[in-house]
């Protein structure tokens, strides 16, 4: 079964610093892999997407995603935080086959300090 | 463009009251779908309709939840009766067209269900 795992609760990391968010996923065959961005009272955000083709991926909001097949990795990272990117962000990962539902990672929260 | 559109934003129900929620798709999204959000993890899919059918309700308790998307645009989800467990997020999403299984999922801002 398809699944994706987000080993981090949370991430702190001070502001202007680079923050990177970590997602492992597990499928049988290609995998399409999704962030998103959720902040308080609000529902999920699109980042970015990975579908195929340059395993760096580019989204909104200055983030950016490296997907890594050997690794099964795709995390995501930010050149330089800032205290609004402090949200729960999710990984998720997208059946290949079957269904078309999203299976989401459990979230990791970014808290940014200024 | 207006995004997915979802109401109430919050509801607050005594358990074993019916509750119902109502959520309007980006416009031409032939795809929807309803999540449940628990507290500290992450959307777990409900249904999903392709047009007014719905292709996947696999995890859909169907005691209790029902759906509907009668003309293929808005849609809306039941419980009856709530249980104290059901108290969660109830999030809508739509995409284009789910066949490329490529297409982005948008996500509305979710209904927050207290049942007491």
């Known amino acids: 079964a398809q699944s994706v795992a987000q080993p981090e609760d949370q991430v702190n990391v001070a502001e202007g610093n680079p923050l990177t968010v970590k997602c492992t996923y597990s499928?049988?065959?290609?995998?399409?892999l999704f962030w998103y961005v959720q902040y308080p009272n609000r529902g999920l955000q699109f980042l970015l997407k990975?579908?195929?083709?340059?395993?760096l991926v580019k989204g909104s909001y200055g983030f950016e995603a490296e997907f890594n097949k050997s690794q099964t990795s795709f995390h995501l990272k930010k050149p330089s935080a800032l205290v609004s990117d402090s949200a729960l962000y999710f990984c998720a990962v997208r059946e290949s086959y079957n269904t078309d539902k999203l299976i989401f990672g459990t979230g990791t929260r970014l808290q940014v300090f200024p | 463009e207006a995004g997915v559109v979802q109401s109430p934003r919050y509801k607050i129900i005594e358990k074993k009251q019916p509750v119902a929620f109502w959520c309007n798709p980006i416009s031409g999204h032939n795809t929807l779908y309803w999540y449940l959000q628990n507290l500290g993890q992450g959307p777990e899919l409900l249904i999903r309709y392709e047009n007014e059918e719905a292709v996947d309700d696999s995890q859909l308790p169907k005691d209790r939840f029902s759906a509907e998307r009668l003309k293929g645009v808005d849609s809306t989800l039941k419980i009856q009766p709530a249980e104290l467990g059901d108290s969660a997020v109830y999030l809508c999403?739509?995409?284009?067209?789910?066949?490329?299984?490529?297409?982005?999922?948008?996500f509305g801002p979710g209904t927050r269900l207290t049942v007491l």
């Open positions: 999403a739509s995409s284009p067209d789910s066949i490329s299984r490529t297409d982005t999922q948008y």
């Open positions: 499928v049988s065959g290609n995998p399409y």
């Open positions: 990975y579908i195929t083709g340059d395993n």
